[in-house]
């Protein structure tokens, strides 16, 4: 039995047909039609495919779905759901930042934030550095640091 | 235990709740794919619905809605706010009320290129645009302001406008737009508007919020990727590895496993590459890689990144095609007393964008439709056509919204062209998505260059001869060989030896040539094409001929930038604006050490200083990067720097770590870990200065990579005193923190 509740619905993998081994990606996007979640390597390098799975920032590329029984997966579909359907600070902070470009990274970007920020409410410089691996090709690290910073309250040593 | 199997519809309204109201204008008919809206929502030839067509980009509602015509691409440069802030500057209208509409490759051929061009490259999305929608804006506002003085019956002289309203100044009677807006439609456009003097301006040039990027916070946009048509199915493929290969045979064993794998539809042999057709794009990927394919490989399969760098290397060791000379660069060069002689390499490189190449296509009835992430409608519709042949005019392009562009989206459409080639086949709609594999090793990459140059000093330590001789492939044969200059002794593609031809720097002895190399490895446009190693070669000789004539790199630029022609002045302008903004006047701290160049590219001048920290065990440290650029207008502040900060680690991770290597022909890196970015953590300091002088309208996408790479090189020179003149950086054993 493969269920787990994705943005707060409960689904059934088996009763869809998705067999064990396929990423948690791929039954996102084309199973359950939620393409927020993005294909960017497939090989956990460059974190577009980012959800929280039972609050961890996962790479779902490489997260098989025999792995999710009984968990909790939020997207970025589901993000604001989370926070009584406002955007969440981060994503508040992010337009406020202009942050994305093209913004096919940011979904996964602003996951691993949120989770950064669970984890350590003032962050510092270092602390991004280790937790955002994301690669962003249109390089908005600038703005993603200063964002984080802004959320945090914190200072920002590289601006 | 209660389980609920939820439907895709429920998962779209549901996602779609949490976000409601958020979105402000951004209409696209194609941003969501499986909305109910008939494909040609948006689009008013004439009067439709009630939305007036004023003009061909700007469609006014009666509830005062102003649509406009978006012709270009949107790939994170911001230029779908910036072209309809030209538009609403001049047409006085409310911003908040304005709405962007994709401008339809189908309209733009019925309607003879109504909308000039569809394609993005070039730095050319504002600067190209910018008359044009500022004209636009004018001319709808004159038309509106004449119908309003009709119904009213008073001359337009007496009639202001302002946030969409036209008010009749003595008796302070108004009507909106929208009210007017059939009206003015039905007019005759003026032939002649006056424009507004920039110093007016009230929204070009304002960081004004993007459009596009409320979406972009909550994954709603719609990229080519998340294209779902009805009864559609997924595609992956595999190309021969070595460019220019075709299909021999698939293993009887591994097609028959894999048609039996789950949800796989069909295995296709499309002859250039094996095509899986299926219900998941990772079951179609997973049973692709299952297949044990023998590939015809051509008579490529040989090369590699040394045969094709030695072949360069002969080419520029010997006179090639003359492209250009001035004075007598050989007397000169023989007759001076200080000579330098250097050779540069810079390796191929892919464009990686995040988004791998794809695209969804239809066939139906002698009828193309495709949805792809595009910098080029046209291009698209063109390849379609082509691979379905049928008439340009028997196609419809939905651009999408494109994760990334860098010029891989531009020319070169062959993930278009594939995806009609299997709808044809299956009969069916197709997503074909390219693996992140395929999209780094069937690249149109920033061809390998090798330069050789000579410089000479007279006895005053000035640059008096220089001589490039730059061998490298062509990458406007493959778009326009027309186009090529066709010498006595070969064709020369001007792109090979420029930022040498149209050099600033008073050189009264020039000479420069082009070896035409020839390879199988394809080349496209990689963001700033030439400009992105072109500029390296000149502005780190720059510097060792400096070194040489013990001058100050600055100032033996300065010297050299002494002319009145405005290009020459600008560069001196950002020169000046980058040395002032990075203290060069005043020395660096201990071990710390900063580069400097300068080059003009796609109509704006951009100049930088890179400082680096040398660090205790060795390793460099780049520590702050400021760049000046004069783009002569800027369209939207914001947006100008943010793709400074683009162009920034674009270049610099291109400088530290990229190559793409070729082996028995193929590319040997596949993925990001052996094609890797730079990642927030090695960004550095920036400082971007806008430093515009008016009167012309630069790019913005591309300009700013030019004088990064060369300016990093210089402060690793003042660093070690040694000039990496191979790139990358790692490839040379230089390590960064
Ligand atoms: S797609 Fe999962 S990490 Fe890149
Ligand atoms: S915003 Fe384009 S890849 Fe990050």
Redesign the interface.
């Known amino acids: 039995m493969s269920?787990c509740e994705i943005?707060?619905?409960?689904?059934?993998f088996k009763?869809?047909n998705v067999?064990d081994e396929?990423?948690l990606?791929?039954a996102l996007?084309?199973?359950?039609?939620?393409?927020?979640?993005?294909?960017?390597?497939?090989?956990a390098?460059?974190g577009?495919c980012t959800v929280h799975i039972d609050g961890e920032a996962v790479r779902s590329c490489v997260y098989p779905i025999g792995a999710c029984n009984g968990k909790k997966i939020v997207?970025?579909?589901?993000?604001?759901?989370t926070n009584g359907?406002k955007?969440t600070k981060i994503?508040e902070a992010?337009?406020k930042h202009?942050?994305?470009?093209?913004?096919?990274?940011?979904?996964g970007m602003?996951l691993a934030a949120e989770k950064l920020l669970r984890d350590k409410p003032k962050p510092t410089d270092a602390d991004?550095?280790?937790a955002?691996?994301?690669?962003?090709?249109?390089?908005?690290?600038?703005?993603?640091?200063a964002a984080i910073h802004d959320v945090a309250g914190t200072t920002n040593t590289?601006? | 235990?209660?389980?609920?199997?939820?439907s895709?519809r429920?998962?779209?309204q549901?996602?779609a709740?949490?976000?409601a109201g958020?979105v402000i204008g951004f209409n696209f008919p194609s941003s969501n794919a499986q909305s109910k809206a008939p494909a040609t929502a948006g689009i008013a030839a004439g009067n439709v619905g009630g939305t007036s067509e004023v003009n061909a980009w700007i469609h006014i509602t009666p509830d005062n809605r102003v649509l406009v015509k978006f012709a270009r691409s949107e790939?994170?440069?911001?230029t779908s706010t910036s072209l309809p802030m030209m538009v609403a500057e001049e047409l006085e209208c409310d911003w908040s009320r304005v709405e962007i509409s994709e401008a339809m490759y189908s309209e733009h051929i019925k309607r003879n290129r109504l909308y000039v061009t569809t394609a993005t490259g070039g730095s050319r999305g504002t600067r190209d645009s910018a008359s044009v929608m500022l004209n636009a804006g004018a001319t709808a506002r004159a038309m509106l302001v004449q119908a309003a003085a009709a119904r009213w019956s008073v001359p337009v002289s007496e009639c202001v406008t302002a946030n969409s309203i036209i008010t009749h100044t003595p008796s302070k009677r108004t009507v909106t737009y929208g009210a007017v807006a059939e009206a003015a439609s039905k007019l005759k456009a003026p032939e002649k508007v006056a424009l507004k003097d920039p110093k007016d301006w009230k929204l070009v040039g304002k960081?004004i919020?993007?459009i596009?990027?409320?979406?972009?916070?909550?994954?709603?946009?719609?990229?080519g990727?998340?294209v779902?048509r009805p009864g559609m199915v997924?595609a992956a493929i595999a190309q021969c590895p070595v460019f220019g290969g075709k299909v021999k045979s698939i293993d009887a064993a591994s097609l028959a496993a894999a048609k039996r794998m789950?949800g796989v539809a069909d295995v296709l042999d499309m002859g250039e590459y094996v095509a899986v057709v299926g219900?998941?794009?990772?079951?179609c990927n997973q049973a692709v890689k299952s297949l044990k394919v023998t590939w015809d490989e051509g008579g490529n399969g040989n090369v590699s990144s040394e045969s094709i760098k030695k072949y360069m290397q002969e080419g520029v060791a010997k006179p090639a095609t003359l492209a250009k000379t001035t004075g007598d660069f050989a007397k000169a060069y023989a007759d001076a007393p200080t000579k330098l002689e250097a050779e540069f390499y810079a390796p191929y490189l892919d464009h990686?964008?995040?988004?791998?190449m794809n695209c969804t296509a239809e066939v139906k009835d002698g009828f193309v439709t495709v949805w792809v992430p595009t910098q080029s409608a046209e291009a698209a519709a063109a390849a379609a056509a082509r691979a379905a042949n049928v008439a340009p005019d028997k196609v419809e392009v939905y651009r999408q919204?494109?994760?990334?562009?860098?010029g891989r989206r531009g020319a070169f459409q062959d993930f278009s062209r594939q995806a009609v080639e299997i709808a044809m086949k299956v009969n069916k709609p197709v997503k074909l998505?390219w693996?992140?594999e395929e999209d780094i090793q069937h690249g149109h990459y920033r061809p390998a260059t090798v330069a050789r140059l000579q410089g000479a000093l007279d006895k005053d330590g000035k640059l008096v001869a220089l001589s490039a001789r730059v061998g490298v492939q062509s990458i406007l044969e493959r778009v326009r060989p027309e186009a090529l200059r066709k010498t006595e002794s070969g064709p020369v593609d001007p792109m090979a030896t420029s930022c040498f031809d149209d050099s600033p720097y008073a050189i009264p002895n020039l000479r420069t040539e082009h070896f035409y190399a020839k390879q199988h490895v394809p080349v496209g446009f990689w963001r700033a094409v030439a400009h992105s190693q072109n500029p390296v070669f000149r502005e780190c000789f720059m510097d060792e001929l400096a070194a040489r004539a013990k001058r100050d790199p600055y100032q033996f630029r300065m010297d050299l930038l002494s002319g009145t022609a405005d290009p020459v002045r600008r560069d001196r302008g950002v020169l000046e604006a980058v040395a002032k903004g990075a203290d060069w006047s005043k020395p660096m701290p201990a071990n710390h050490f900063r580069g400097i160049a300068v080059q003009d590219a796609y109509g704006s001048h951009a100049a930088s200083v890179v400082e680096i920290e040398k660090l205790a065990n060795g390793k460099l440290k780049i520590k702050r990067v400021v760049i000046a650029v004069d783009c002569g207008h800027v369209a939207h502040a914001?947006?100008a720097k943010?793709q400074i900060?683009?162009?920034?680690?674009?270049a610099l991770t291109a400088a530290l770590y990229g190559e793409i290597t070729i082996k028995n022909g193929r590319v040997e890196q596949s993925?990001?870990?052996d094609y890797p970015?730079?990642?927030?953590?090695e960004?550095?300091?920036?400082v971007s200065l806008l430093v515009p002088s008016g009167g012309f309208w630069g790019g913005m996408g591309e300009p700013p990579m030019a004088p990064l790479t060369p300016a990093l090189l210089n402060a690793i020179f003042a660093a070690t005193g040694k000039m990496h003149r191979s790139l990358p950086l790692s490839k040379e054993g230089v390590l960064f923190a």
């Not at chain 2, 900060?645 to 674009?650: D, L, V």
């Open positions: 269920t943005n707060g619905t409960r689904v059934d009763a869809l067999e396929m990423p990606l791929w996007r084309d199973e359950l039609n939620l393409p927020g979640t993005k294909y960017g390597c497939g090989i390098q460059c577009a997207t970025i579909e589901g993000l604001a759901a359907n955007l994503q992010w337009i202009q942050v994305p470009q093209c913004g096919y990274c940011q979904s602003i991004i550095d280790a955002m691996t994301n690669i962003c090709r249109c390089s908005t690290y600038v703005r993603v640091r590289r601006a | 235990m209660n389980t609920t199997n939820v895709r429920e998962f779209l549901t996602s709740g949490a976000t958020l790939m994170g440069q911001g960081p919020p993007r596009d990027i409320p979406d972009k916070v909550v994954g709603k946009p719609m990229y990727i998340d779902v997924h789950k219900n998941n794009w990772w079951r990686a964008p995040m988004e791998p919204q494109l994760g990334g562009g860098f998505l693996s992140r914001d947006a943010a900060e683009g162009c920034m680690i674009y993925n990001f870990h970015m730079m990642k927030i953590s960004t550095p300091k920036i």
